[in-house]
């Protein structure tokens, strides 16, 4: 039965030295371990032995299963070590290969301008209103000023969802929602997309952007305005712009009138920017008409206001001299990275 251990043991050891992957290790463990294994086996056998043989067999039987448990271990750490090994030398990275730049994409010059007008007008105790892009004709119109038969009606084409719902042509209404809900003071910006029908050229977009402003508080006068709006225009377009209010009118402000500022470009020689004059138009403002007031339900002989509107398009387009407005709109990268 020694003879029988010390065979089993040369035998199993030879195998494991030539075994070469981990499907072929498991097979030997099974072939000498096993329940059914050639070790287990002997061991079984164990019972025909005397009772002298049986302990100095036992010691030998433990020493042999202990030996090749030992060198399935050791086989098992090499297999994998040469696995590792095989896998890593696939996967090798070529170092010298160029590598792939990450795109990281930038605000849209809208988005741009958008935030840096709203930066300063916060900075000035103003805050952010919003309201409907499909709006009431009532809020769009109506309440401010701009009856049924107003010709200002005509002169804006508007897409009507029906007859008493359009697609807002202005941001003017959300000056009446916010009167509506708010007492004064009232020191509000409503940015936001504005619709006309108007078919797409250089200068016309069926949709745009619009900044609307409104104060309403006891005292607010002229003077009011033109300090705002000055402030504002030399914070937008740098500190040596000066500005010129020009009479105008708008049904929902009365006196009204339209802001020039000096050419950024030109400084007010006259250039290409400012077609030679030296000014560029950048909006319309005027003091809240009294029954503007009124419709936002603020009584007009104890508060004033005033309110200005917009259009983002414009002031970007004059900033960085962009001849079509369509730009904005066709999401051509090789045009928004140069914001
Ligand atoms: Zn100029």
């Known amino acids: 039965m020694r003879e029988k251990l010390q065979q089993i043991k040369e035998e199993a050891l030879l195998k494991l030295k030539e075994c070469q992957n981990s499907q072929m290790l498991d097979e030997l463990r099974v ?17 025909q032995l005397s009772p002298e043989e049986r302990p100095t067999v036992g010691k030998i039987a433990n020493e042999v299963r202990e030996e090749i448990e030992a060198a399935i271990e050791e086989t098992l750490k090499q297999i994998k070590q040469r696995e ?21 994409g930038g605000l849209h010059p809208l988005t741009k ?9 916060i900075g000035m105790g ?25 010709p200002a009606r005509d002169e ?9 719902v359009v697609l807002r042509t202005q941001t003017s209404p959300v000056q009446i929602r916010v009167m509506e809900n708010k007492k004064p003071p009232i020191r509000i910006i409503a940015p936001g997309r504005v619709y006309r029908s108007d078919t797409a050229d250089a200068t016309h977009s069926p949709i745009f952007h619009q900044v609307e402003g409104l ?39 009365e006196p009204s009138a339209e802001v020039d500022v000096s050419c950024f470009v030109c400084g007010g020689t006259g250039c290409r920017v400012c077609k ?18 009124r419709a936002g339900g603020i009584d007009p002989e104890v508060y004033s206001g005033f309110a200005f509107g917009l259009g983002l398009e414009r002031i970007v387009m004059i900033k960085y001299g962009i001849d079509d407005i369509r730009l904005f709109y066709e ?7 140069q914001f």
Request: net charge positive; proline share 4%.
């Open 276 to 293: 030679g004059s030296g000014w560029i138009e950048i909006l319309g403002c005027g003091m809240v008409h009294p029954d503007v007031l």
């Open 156 to 164: 804006q084409d508007t897409f009507y969802i029906n007859q008493n």
């Open 84 to 104: 590792k090994n095989l896998r890593l030398s696939m996967e090798t990275i070529d170092v010298t290969m160029p590598g792939r730049a990450n795109r990281i």
């Open 113 to 121: 301008a958008l935030d840096e007008i709203k930066e300063i007008f």
């Open 215 to 253: 104060v309403v508080d006891k005292g607010i006068t002229m003077a009011s305005l033109k300090g705002t709006l000055d402030a504002f225009a030399k914070r937008m377009f740098g500190e040596k712009t000066r500005t010129k209010f020009r009479p105008h009118h708008f049904p929902f402000t």
């Open 126 to 150: 103003f805050s952010i209103a919003e309201g409907p892009e499909v709006e009431l004709d009532y809020y769009n119109f109506e309440a401010l000023n701009i009856p049924k038969n107003h």
């Open 31 to 47: 072939k000498y371990l096993g329940k059914k294994g050639e070790l287990t086996t002997i061991l079984r056998g164990m019972g």
């Open 331 to 337: 999401n051509d990268v090789r045009f928004l990275k």
